[in-house]
């Protein structure tokens, strides 16, 4: 079947909506291999994998030189920019693909597509919400590649609503870097930013939406970019042979539905006035440069959001705290053996910070951000900083069933009642229990 950028049938090949899933290398099944891709693009245009020749390629490259100059004119002012593009109408499908970074003449990109998409997410049983998702996995795929890899990742946009990706940690052309309005336009509905880059430096990094971030990134546009070493300096170290992402994540599911419900009914404004060519820019909130945003508040012509009283009227106050998606007792366990190493990448996505505490054991703290630190230390509490990285290493050396947990007390409930939350169980798969609670919640 043949297959290109912006059908269906690719973007689908990973979903998981289960969540909660430790099993390494998610997203393997996306990776299109480069014959595949090049194959894809022939059949759109006819020849190599830049959409040389076709319109698609066209109205790229005319996207292209308008980011290069500063849209269409628009002079770079030295203020984080509020530019929209004015007088951008709404064709849905549009492929943009920004300059930055070799193109796929020049080097082999691993392909990944990824999307954005609104789905229903069981938190644990009987609490669901809406979220933003990338592919519809809460948290989005893990991204699994090799230091130097160069890797291209075809975002589309599924939902009513804006979108970005930024690469938490990734040093990376500031062109590739997802921040809307202030390096790219955000992806609108329907179309497709790709993004392109060479994986470094190697380590535990992230990727997050980045427009309107408290609700997108923390309701559930988030995921994990392990960048693979050549030579593993940790795994000589520790010979681990598991590999575990614990993405941490924190949701006040009462303002997820307030925001969510208010945004959607807005852009869908937005949309149907941008695609009809009427929409006014300043009444919305979009600007050409500082100046005339400055000049709008200061005649009264706008009132900015942060001048309003907010419109939901919704504090965010995280009620539900979950790794991978879900909150305890719904949360999967960690297995180990004895005598077997196990690593164990912490990625807080939360925007709280939390102490995470492992009991029976103390383990190594080798790296933060990604980077190794100089001198591995050993703890059993390890505090874990807002978008912040923390990998550790366990040693399976007492066999039983140890709780891993935010020892931030009200971190570890559900909606207000403890135990709950952020924990989960370090569980011994070759250990048969003396002794075991009368009553047990056992996955
Ligand atoms: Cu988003």
């Known amino acids: 079947m043949k297959k290109s950028v912006g059908d269906k049938s690719r973007s689908e090949i990973v979903y998981d909506v289960g969540g909660g899933n430790l099993d390494p290398h998610r997203v393997d099944d996306a990776v299109v291999s480069r014959r595949t891709f090049l194959r894809a693009a022939a059949a759109v245009t006819g020849g190599t994998a830049v959409a040389a020749g076709s319109a698609v390629a066209a109205q790229a490259a005319e996207m292209s030189k308008n980011m290069m100059s500063g849209h269409a004119g628009h002079n770079l002012s030295n203020y984080g920019s509020m530019m929209f593009m004015e007088g951008h109408a709404m064709k849905p499908g549009q492929m943009i693909e920004p300059p930055g970074s070799p193109s796929p003449t020049e080097v082999e990109y691993k392909v990944f597509d990824i999307d954005a998409r609104i789905v229903e997410h069981e938190i644990l049983p009987g609490v669901k919400t809406h979220m933003f998702a990338f592919n519809g996995q809460v948290p989005g795929p893990e991204f699994h590649v090799n230091e130097g890899d160069w890797v291209q990742v075809n975002f589309t946009n599924r ?35 790709v993004y392109r880059f060479q994986a470094k430096p190697s380590g535990t990094r992230w990727y997050h939406c980045h427009w309107s971030t408290p609700l997108h990134a923390a309701s559930a546009m988030h995921g994990a970019f392990i960048i ?8 000589k170290k520790y010979p681990y042979t598991r590999d575990y992402v614990m993405m941490l994540e924190a949701w006040d599911i009462d303002f997820i539905r307030e925001e969510m419900n208010g945004l959607l009914e807005g852009m869908k404004e937005v949309n149907m006035l941008m695609s009809q060519g009427k929409l006014d820019y300043k009444t919305h909130g979009f600007f050409k440069d500082y100046k005339e945003f400055k000049q709008a508040v200061e005649s009264g012509d706008y009132v900015a959001p942060y001048l309003q009283s907010r419109s939901s009227g919704v504090e965010i106050k995280p009620n539900f705290f979950a790794i991978n998606g879900k909150s305890y007792p719904a949360t999967k366990r960690l297995g180990i053996k004895q005598g077997e190493w196990i690593r164990i990448r912490l990625i807080n996505a939360s925007g709280l910070s939390h102490h995470m505490h492992l009991h029976g054991h103390d383990f190594y703290w080798v790296a933060q951000d ?9 703890l059993n509490t390890i505090h874990v900083e807002p978008g912040g990285t923390y990998d550790v290493l366990v040693y399976g050396d007492n066999p039983g069933f140890w709780t891993f947990h935010d020892h931030k007390t009200t971190q ?27 009553v047990s919640v056992d996955q």
């Open 159 to 193: 939902t009513e609503e804006m979108h970005t990706i930024h690469w938490h940690g990734v040093i990376l052309p500031y062109t590739m870097d997802g921040v809307p309005m202030v390096t790219q336009d955000p992806v609108h509905p329907g179309d497709t930013f």
């Open 228 to 235: 693979h070493p050549k030579d593993d300096p940790i795994k």
């Open 370 to 378: 990604g980077n190794e630190l100089s001198e591995h230390r050993k």
């Open 412 to 438: 570890a409930r559900n909606n207000g009642i403890y135990p709950g939350g952020m924990l989960t169980v370090l569980a011994y798969e070759d250990f048969e229990p003396t002794y075991m609670p009368s």
